[in-house]
């Protein structure tokens, strides 16, 4: 950015994928931002996103997460967020620009920027929708990664694939059909390719503890969750990647480097379409971003996707225009 950089709130209720999201947007506005997270009471955050913020929280109560002095910008995600935004809003007078990533689910009245996924349907003149998600692994970053990795996978031969395993979601299950198939497969991939496997906290356990123990046999690597999370590491190492289809964040971040990203898609849950999904896989296919997993190793190239620049830009411009 050319001008000075905006003081920066990020606002979430704690949330990993939420938190990294805001934060990456912050950075690419050039803002170290100020950290807040809320933790409403449970009958306040049942009437999230549509109610009011917890009494507790109130700016004027000393320890309050929106109490002042308060920021050029405030960045929110995460339903629990919707309410504290409006109050960060109104607390400060009006001069706080505010941005919410994802849909609040109460139309587009309540941030005066919104980012959306493309796959999700909100939209309107203050909403911006791109195809991918905004995240922190930059070019820069996953260079830094690639000329300083973690010998546990630095020291293993190429080709190296990461395996990057979600879960149960609101759209997908894991059935023990779909974890053999999963498993089958990987089995004939670990023949061509070292494996380095993360899973999610969504992964259900016997599957994690397959997935990782397959890893080890091939000569791959598993990660148990102990130590420092390799996952960085991973996206800037891995030649190749497996993603189930259940995480469009997984997915946008795999996409950032160029590199064959292919897609386990497991069974949909009762009954749903996954529309919103299938949109996102199929758009991301016809820019020769991803394919389908099929057990074996596949050799493509792509222009990188990101989106955290087009949305910082899209911010710094809404600002410089706002009264």
């Known amino acids: 950015m050319n001008r ?20 990456a947007v912050a950075e690419a506005l050039g ?65 706080t620009f505010t941005v919410f990533l994802k849909d609040p689910r109460t139309g587009t009245k309540d941030a005066d920027l919104i980012w959306v996924p493309e796959h999700d349907r909100l939209r309107g003149p203050n909403v ?11 070019p820069a970053r ?19 694939v990461a395996v990057l395993v979600g879960g149960k979601s609101r759209d997908y ?36 503890e397959a997935v990782l123990g397959l890893a080890r046999a091939k000569g791959g690597f598993g990660w148990d969750g102990t130590g420092e999370n390799p996952y960085p590491a991973m996206l800037a190492l891995a030649d190749a990647f497996v993603v189930t289809a259940d995480s469009a964040n997984m997915v946008s971040e795999a996409v950032a ?4 990203v292919l897609v386990f898609e497991p069974s949909l849950r009762f009954g749903r379409s996954a529309k919103r999904i299938r949109h996102f896989i199929a758009a991301l296919e016809a820019k020769g971003a991803v394919r389908k997993f099929q057990g074996r190793l596949e050799s493509y190239a792509y222009e990188p996707l990101v989106s955290t620049p087009e949305i910082a830009a899209a911010i710094a411009a809404a600002m410089a225009a706002s009264p």
Request: proline share 12%; charged share 20%.
């Open 31 to 95: 803002a170290t931002p100020d950290v807040r997270r809320v933790a409403p009471r449970t009958l306040f955050a049942m009437a999230m996103p549509w109610g009011g913020i917890d009494p507790k929280d109130a700016p004027e109560t000393p320890g309050s997460p929106i109490a002042g002095p308060y920021p050029d910008l405030c960045i929110a995600s995460g339903r629990r967020a919707v309410a504290y935004l409006r109050a960060v809003k109104a607390a400060s007078g009006g001069k």
């Open 257 to 260: 480097t160029g590199r064959p």
């Open 4 to 23: 000075p950089a905006p003081s920066v709130w990020v606002l979430t209720d704690g949330k990993i994928g939420d938190e990294g999201q805001c934060i």
């Open 173 to 208: 299950d894991f059935t023990p059909a779909d974890a053999e198939r999963f498993l089958v497969d990987l089995d004939a991939l670990a023949v061509h390719a070292r494996l380095m496997v993360t899973a999610s906290r969504r992964t259900p356990n016997r599957l994690r």
């Open 128 to 138: 911006l929708a791109t195809l991918v998600s905004p995240h922190r692994f930059t």
């Open 142 to 160: 996953l260079a830094a990664l690639r000329a300083n990795p973690p010998a546990a996978l630095a020291d293993l031969p190429a080709p190296r």
